[in-house]
């Protein structure tokens, strides 16, 4: 199952204080079950003095084979410890805007 694959690797990469991996294929015009698109939400200390794009290539780099093989999309939301205790939450994913159509 690709989506605890995400979540073992971003556990050992990161010890995160919170982690969250949605499987939001189900909002995609995707066959049943599908496991294609999915939302990380990061909350590390490694994120301490990181930018925003310095985070975002760690999560890329730790699923590499993922991204390359198994993932269509990845919404990556990482914070600090301190980031997180404001927001408690991150965004909601927009609707599927279209894409191909199974038939």
Known sequence: MI?????HKLHDAFAPKHLE????????NVPPGSES???VVVVSAQFNDQ???ARHRA???VLA????NDI??????????AEWSELMAAP????????SQIG
């Open 51 to 53: 930018r925003l794009i």
């Open 3 to 7: 989506q605890q694959r995400i979540e």
């Open 21 to 28: 991996v949605l499987n939001e294929s189900y909002m995609h």
């Open 65 to 68: 084979d993922e991204l390359a």
């Open 72 to 81: 269509h999309a990845l919404a990556i939301h990482t914070y600090t410890e």
């Open 92 to 99: 909601a994913s927009p609707s599927c805007r279209g894409g």
């Open 59 to 61: 999560i890329n780099s």
């Open 37 to 39: 698109h999915f939302k």
